[in-house]
C-alpha cells in the first residue's frame, strides 16, 4: 500500500511540474500561457490602423530609396520573436511591395536581404531573410542563397536555402511538372 501512495504522488508531481513548464515550441514567448498572447489575426484586427499607416506606398518606398534606408528597417528583425510585429509587417509589405507593377527597389531590396541573411548570425534571423527572398528574390540570386545556407553550419537553414534556391532558379516548377 505504501508503495502504490508513493507512485502516486510521484505521478502527481510529475503531472503537476510538467503543467507548470513552458512549452519549449510556444511562439508567444511574451506570454505565460498560449491563451494570454494574442494570435496574430486578433493582434493584427486590433491595430488595423497602425498597420495601415506603416505600409502606406509612401512609407514603403521610403524603405527602398537607398541601401542605408533598407538597412536600418532590416537591422529591426532580432532573434527569438522578439522582432516588434509592425516592423516584421512592413517588411513584408515592403517585399510585397517591390514586386509590383512599376514599384522600384527590388535590386536594392533583394540585395539587402542577402546582404543580411548572410551576415545573420541567429539561425531564426537568418531563415526569415531568407523566406523574404522567397518572395522576390531574383534567379541571380539563387546560388548566393545556397552559399549562405551552407555557410551556416546549420541543417535546418542549410534545406531552407535550397528550397528556396530551387524556387527562385525555377528548378522548383521543372521538377514539378516532371521535366
Known amino acids: 500500500m505504501k508503495k502504490i501512495f508513493i507512485v502516486a504522488v510521484l505521478a502527481a508531481m510529475t503531472c503537476f ?9 510556444d511562439i508567444k ?14 493582434w493584427q484586427a486590433q491595430n488595423r490602423a497602425k498597420l495601415a499607416e506603416a505600409t502606406k506606398d509612401e512609407v514603403l518606398a ?4 537607398d541601401a542605408a534606408s533598407a538597412s536600418a528597417l532590416l537591422a529591426e528583425v532580432k532573434t527569438g520573436f522578439q522582432t516588434n510585429p509592425v516592423k516584421a509587417f512592413q517588411i513584408a509589405a515592403v517585399t510585397q511591395y517591390v514586386m509590383l507593377p ?3 527597389g527590388r535590386a536594392l531590396w533583394t540585395d ?3 546582404m543580411f541573411a548572410e551576415k545573420a548570425e541567429q539561425p531564426d ?3 526569415f531573410y531568407i523566406d523574404q ?6 534567379k541571380a540570386q539563387a546560388g548566393k542563397v545556397v552559399e549562405i545556407g551552407k555557410a551556416s553550419g546549420k541543417k535546418c ?21 516532371g521535366k
Open 125 to 127: 534571423v537568418k531563415m
Open 133 to 138: 527572398l522567397r518572395w522576390c528574390g531574383l
Open 112 to 114: 539587402q536581404l542577402l
Open 29 to 42: 514567448p511574451g506570454a505565460a500561457k498560449a491563451s494570454d498572447a494574442p494570435a496574430a489575426e486578433k
Open 157 to 177: 537553414v542549410q534545406e531552407f536555402a535550397e528550397q528556396v534556391a530551387t524556387e527562385l532558379s525555377g528548378e522548383a516548377m521543372s521538377k514539378m511538372l
Open 62 to 65: 521610403a524603405f527602398v530609396k
Open 102 to 104: 512599376g514599384k522600384e
Open 17 to 25: 511540474a510538467a503543467g507548470k513548464k513552458k512549452d519549449a515550441y
